[in-house]
């Protein structure tokens, strides 16, 4: 139980956690913050939030859990405003998809009396604002730790238990390990996406509108990671620069390999190739990260309408 | 009302088009073939055909529709069979995702007396055999007739209120012209996935479990069209190969350059880019070919279950 749970940054992510603390309990009062009045204002309308403050600052002051709910590349500055104003033996957090950069940015600006802990939740959808929330959205996800060396346990453990009681499961890494396997599960994939879909764009003024129309044919699915929220990307990139390019530099090369077997006639080598990568998918539906219905389950799901 | 309906191949695409076309009552009598005696078998105890046999011929002799739903490199052998039994006035008919090749493949072994109408239906899921099949497949999803230069009117609008009674929606175009909006919205977002998979396969030697675990992050995205059937896809980046080879460099291309601006900081042209990206999805819900639901609606799906 946190007496006083703090968010800084109400969108997707932030009023998730403020609707999932709620659901479970696990808060007494819920402060947050948002940069613009609009969203503060949405904030209050909907209801996660107990209180909303206008500065950073205002809303960590005596709170027993801060969680910085903001693109990584602004959290070393918002680090910075509300240093001053911490309790001592407060929790400090984020739900950033970078760690090492983040580290370097937060830790300096932070008094020696609070605790900092960071954390990455891999959940998220699309979409992007305070409306867009839900309280199941960490509901058998995992939330990665990944305290700092020589980190006192105990706050570790309240954070844990808090994302516990979120509905994540747990897991502990190393800051550059984080980054290195989320460049490989999602910067990457990411990255791919926006291209593929940046090609498909320009094709369109080739093809009239006939790319969205029969997206059904494989596109549609790389259109929904590339329609996440473009700051919060910019931000990963420039944050975890060097584990993206890695990971990218390997998908150049095996994409060679593929793009040769083809102009080459390669039959063998596509159908090892192609069987091989069936097996994947069947390890990620057997551990219970994705649905295993068809096509997403997309039948039935309203987006086959044939009145659409 | 087709009086004959024959299918070739009883896949996920034979097998929905059997259940539509029962459902909807326009066949008097469908026969079915497979290659090997247990599809034949699982077909007749889903009961979705009326008749199996053992050879394409025996199946297709007689036949006012014979639709070939196998791999399009297989095509031109299986016409090449058929071509001695059928009966004159008979439409011939495919499914593949490529047309030129298949079009030079298919067309020398048919009897001037039938009537070749290629067309492509853009839907399928990523699962395969007799037993994925279902009869709301094609319902609001788009079918491509691309008939050949100087073909009878008649047999093109029979084939047309055909597969309109099985729910699709009908376009026309030249078979070029398909091949590269087919590349563009499918052939080359494979390789890209199966790419992606590979990629993220070979690192999950190096950590561990991780890449299935946290795949929620991204990555799982890929994986489904990732699982798609290997040997039908082979068939198509070797029968699509100057097109798929085309956009495929219009993708490095692209990617170069985002690429080199995650390399350089370039953040105003990642996140000008990452904007763009995101209308096109919109423009993709807008256009009745996806579900606007929230990561394709996994929410209660059964894929997100804490317990798994």
Redesign the interface.
Known sequence: MIAKLTLIGLGLIGSSIARAAKRGGLAGEITGHARTAATRAKALELGFCDRVCESAAEAAAGADLVILCVPV?VCGAVAAEIGPALKPGAIVSDVG?VKVSLIADVAPHLPDCVHFVPAHP??????SGPE?G?A?LF????C?LTPLAGADAEPVERLQAFWEGL?A?I?RMEPAHHD???A????????????????????RR??G????????????????????D??M???V??NN?AA??D??G???E??FM??RA??M?D?DY??D??????E??????E??????????????????????
Chains 1, 2 share one sequence.
Do not use: C
Not at 184 to 203: C, E, F, K, Q, R
């Open positions: 590349g998809s891999i959940a998220g959808t699309e979409h867009s839900f199941e509901d058998g996800r995992w990665i509905g499961r897991d290195l396997v989320l490989v599960t999602s910067h990457v994939p990411h990255v791919i996406a926006y291209t593929m879909v940046g090609v498909a764009d320009h094709l080739v093809t509108s006939e790319v969205i129309k029969f997206s059904a044919a494989g596109f549609r699915d790389f259109t929904r990671i590339a329609a996440s473009p700051t990307w910019r931000d990139f420039l620069r993206t390019l990971i990218l390997r998908f150049t095996e994409l593929l793009q083809i102009r006639g039959g596509l159908h190739y192609f069987s091989h990568t069936r994947i998918r069947r390890g990620i539906i551990a219970g990260q994705d649905t295993p219905a068809a096509d997403f389950g997309r039948r039935g799901s309203g987006g086959q309408d044939p009145g659409e």
